[in-house]
């Protein structure tokens, strides 16, 4: 395949996810046809299944291209930061900003998200690349920072970093405020709270409270 055909192929696809992405916020995400998005992207419907092979795919591509985003929005902060309260701020502030521009789509979407067995799910098979990107993301924050954990919590902190952040995304889909100020307020009130908890273990009484909840989250991910 030549590069020209290589860059109109690309090009075709980032069409594709576009329209989807704006019928679903005009439309809601289970009226908008795969025939629809063809459609308004000018393009045949196989040509839109080539690319994506059915609505499912498309939101995976969504989830991965908002990840893809947060990574480069979140560069500078990792490369200039070792203090962890800015480090994780940063983070989930960044979040914020990539993902504002979904944020009216992101009620309808969520009704399809929360279905236990839906492939939405973040946490079906299907979302695992874009999940594990993400928590990927939140080891850098933690082994990059200044804290100075035990080595089993600091090897499950990430995951609970990005289980914070699925908190924070539930309250952010609800969230009216302007400018999503109440959500703002969430991330930097509760994250020095969670720098606070990290450092009382180094507190040898509190090691063993420690222990036990690894052990616990261990247990419940087998």
Known sequence: MTESATTKGEQTRELILSTALRLFREQGYGK???RAIATEAGVSVGNAYYYYGSKEHLM????????????EAVESVLATEKAFVPRLTGVLRAWLEVSAPYHEFAGTFFKTAAEPKSPLSPFSDQSRPAREASVELFRRVVEGS???????LKAELPELLWLMQMGIVLFWVHD????LRRTKVLIDRSVPLVDRLLRLTRIPGVRGVTN?????IRSIKR
Do not use: I
């Open 32 to 34: 908008t046809t795969m």
């Open 146 to 152: 200044d804290h100075k954990l035990p080595a089993d």
């Open 176 to 179: 009216d405020s302007k400018d």
């Open 212 to 216: 036990d909840l690894v052990g616990l």
């Open 60 to 71: 995976q591509a969504y989830y991965d291209h908002l990840q893809v985003q947060h990574v």
